[in-house]
C-alpha cells in the first residue's frame, strides 16, 4: 500500500500513481491542488482515493483509510444485480478496496451464493431483478442476519423516491441511486463495514475479561443455559468445572497484585489451551468455570490433567517463579437446569478446597 504525491519535481503528474497502481499496489494519490481532470484519470487508472491536502484533518482521513484498507482484506461482499455490466463495475470497484467480492444475479441466486460464503459481510442489491427483487432479497436476508452482522446497501435507477424509504424499513442499512460515483459507493461501503467492526468491538468487550480475554461472568451465565439444553448422546454429559486457585491471597500479599494478575493470566492461558472444545471462563477473582460435552471418564480424565497442568507449570514474574494449584469441583449430573450444574459444581469445589485443596472433586459418573 502506498499514499503518494501526484506532484512530484521528477516526474509528470500523475505518473507515480499509474507505476504503483501497474504493479497492483493500492495507492492513494494526495495533492495541494484540485484538478477535476487529474481526480478522474487518477480514479480510471485504479487509485483507491484522491486527497486534497487541504487541512491537517486529511492525514488522519488518510491514516483511518489505510487502516480500513487493511481490514478489509479479511472481509466479502456480495453484489447483486441483473445488469452483468454493472456487477462487474461494483466488483472492480469493491476490490479495489481489498474486499473479496462473489456476485448473484438476482435474489434467489445471492441466497444461494451467500449459503456457500456465510463470512459475507455486506450485501449491494439492485431494486428491480428477475425472480426475487431486491426487496425480497432483504427480506429474506433479515430474518437470519440482523444489522450488527450484516450491512445492505440497496441500490436503484428509479425516479420514485419512496423506495430507499422502503429499502430502509425492510432492514437495509443504507440506500444509493443509480448512477453512483465510485467515491460515493466506497465511502457508504466502507462506512458500513466500519459500523459492523465498531458493534463486534463493543460486543467483544462486553463478554470477554479484560485481563485474561477470557468470557466473562455475565456472557458464561447466558450462554451455560444453552449448553445445558443442548443434547448429549453416546453416553456423554454436560461436564461443568468450578476452578478456584488455592491460597491466592497469599501471591497478592507477599508479591503484590502485579504477581495475581500474572498468575491469573497463566491459569486462564492453561484452561483455554485444555479446553478448547468447551465454553470457558473467568467468573471472577480467582474463580474461573468451564462447561463441555464429553463423557464422564474423559471429563474427569481432563480436570485432572488440568490440575497437574497447572501444578508443574509455574508462572514466570518479574524475576520470580511462583509456583500455585488449583481446587476443582467437577458436576457429571446428567439432565439438571444449568443453575443446578453450577451450584453442584460449586458445591464440589467447596468440597475440594475443605478437603485439603490441590484436588478435583467429581460427582457420580451416572
Known amino acids: 500500500m502506498a499514499v503518494a504525491d501526484l506532484h512530484l519535481p521528477d516526474a509528470d503528474a500523475g505518473k507515480i500513481l499509474s507505476t504503483l497502481t501497474a504493479a497492483d499496489i493500492p495507492a492513494i494519490g494526495v495533492t495541494a491542488s484540485f484538478d477535476k481532470d487529474l481526480r478522474e484519470s487518477m480514479l480510471l487508472r485504479g487509485a483507491v482515493d484522491y486527497v486534497i491536502k487541504d487541512n491537517t484533518q486529511v492525514f488522519r482521513y488518510v491514516a483511518d483509510q489505510i487502516r480500513r484498507l487493511w481490514c478489509n482484506r479479511g472481509q466479502a461482499a456480495l453484489v447483486v444485480d441483473d445488469s452483468a455490466a454493472a456487477r462487474q463495475l461494483v466488483k472492480n470497484w469493491l476490490e479495489r478496496q481489498q474486499l473479496t467480492v462473489y456476485l448473484a444475479a438476482d435474489g434467489q441466486e445471492a441466497l444461494e451464493v451467500f449459503k456457500e460464503h456465510p463470512d459475507i459481510c455486506l450485501v449491494v442489491t439492485d431494486c428491480h431483478m428477475p425472480r426475487m427483487d ?30 430507499s424509504a422502503r429499502f430502509l424499513k425492510l432492514g437495509a442499512n443504507d440506500y444509493l441511486g443509480k448512477p453512483f460515483t465510485y467515491e460515493e ?8 463495514i466500519a459500523m459492523l467492526d ?54 497478592n500479599d507477599t508479591y503484590g497484585h502485579p504477581a495475581g494478575d500474572a498468575v491469573i493470566r497463566h491459569m486462564a492461558q492453561l484452561l483455554a489451551r485444555h479446553f478448547n472444545d468447551g465454553l470457558v471462563a473467568r467468573l471472577g477473582g480467582e474463580e474461573f468455570s468451564v462447561m463441555l460435552t464429553t463423557t464422564p471418564a474423559e471429563a474427569k480424565a481432563r480436570a485432572e490433567a488440568f490440575r497437574q497442568a497447572l501444578e508443574e507449570s509455574p508462572t514466570a514474574h518479574d524475576g520470580r517463579v511462583l509456583s500455585c494449584t488449583c481446587s476443582v469441583g467437577l458436576c457429571l449430573t446428567p439432565g439438571l437446569p444449568a443453575h443446578e450444574l453450577l451450584q453442584r459444581a460449586d458445591l464440589l469445589l467447596y468440597e475440594a478446597k475443605s478437603s485439603g485443596r490441590n484436588r478435583v472433586c467429581a460427582s457420580d459418573a451416572p
Do not use: W
Open 134 to 163: 431486491g426487496f425480497g432479497l432483504v427480506g429474506q436476508l433479515r430474518r437470519k442476519h440482523d444489522r450488527e452482522h450484516l450491512a445492505i446497501v440497496g441500490v436503484s435507477s428509479s425516479d420514485d423516491n419512496s423506495l
Open 185 to 192: 459507493l466506497c465511502a457508504r461501503v466502507n462506512q458500513n
Open 198 to 251: 465498531s458493534v463486534a468491538t463493543l460486543r467483544e468487550q462486553a463478554t470477554r475479561d479484560a485481563l485474561t480475554g477470557l468470557f466473562n461472568r455475565r456472557h458464561f451465565y447466558d450462554q451455560a443455559p444453552l449448553h445445558a439444553r443442548s443434547a448429549a448422546v453416546n453416553g456423554q454429559v454436560h461436564a461443568t468445572l468450578m476452578l478456584d486457585i488455592d491460597f491466592f491471597k497469599k501471591v
